[in-house]
């Protein structure tokens, strides 16, 4: 008589549920993020900025990033040639966004922009400084930055104690960003550079806490 053998059940895989859509962001106009403002929907007390259509929360500054946005504004400021200013943590109106840069610096005067914020035209420098943001300001901000076609990015970098100065952006794309970067060290002086001469070279050790 033969022996049946009877071998394992067979495993069955586990039926996983169908994986969730992924909603779809709804993304503000600058007109509507102006109405809001107008509307009190939005106030000072909101910490938040436009960036490509999204409310984002500007982070919570602690005091060596206060210091060296300070020390960033009065570096620059003492560097500029006549016909430029510098604004600090004020909007720049892109076309799909209006980031508040720590420091940008502008060509004119400021009672030219008594009805609107500057635009990129108007923008030979922004800075941000970095220190919980830098993935951010690495990331995110680069992008907006380069997608506006703003001429040069300066990242304060507090983590590793240097400047990064981004530049040749490639304006509107599928990735904006810049083609050029260049890391200034803390015994580095910087060129600040507008409208595509340079104007005065500052030592990175006047910008860093």
Request: aromatic fraction near 6%; charge should be negative; hydrophobic fraction near 40%.
């Amino acid at each position: 008589m033969s022996t049946l053998t009877v071998g394992a059940p067979a495993s069955i895989p586990p039926v996983l549920p169908p994986a969730a859509p992924t909603p779809e962001l709804y993304r503000l106009s600058v007109d509507q993020y102006h109405a809001m403002a107008r509307a009190g929907i939005l106030t000072e007390k909101d910490r938040v900025e436009l960036i490509e259509g999204l409310l984002v929360q500007r982070m919570t500054k602690n005091p060596p990033h206060t210091l060296a946005t300070q020390l960033t504004r009065v570096a620059v400021e003492g560097a500029l040639p006549a016909g430029w200013f510098v604004n600090v943590q004020e909007p720049i109106t892109t076309a799909t966004s209006e980031p508040e840069p720590d420091i940008s610096v502008v060509k004119g005067t400021r009672r030219q922009f008594a009805s609107q914020h500057p635009r990129p035209q108007d923008v030979g420098v922004v800075i941000e400084v970095a220190d919980s943001s830098l993935a951010t300001d690495r990331g995110l901000m680069k992008q907006t930055y380069a997608s506006a076609n703003i001429p040069v990015y300066w990242i304060v970098n507090l983590v590793d104690s240097q400047v990064a100065v981004y530049t040749d952006p490639t304006g509107p794309a599928s990735q904006p960003d810049y083609r050029q970067r260049r890391d200034y060290g803390p015994t580095d002086a910087v060129p600040l550079v507008l409208d595509g001469h340079e104007v005065a070279r500052i030592p990175v050790s006047e910008l860093l806490p």
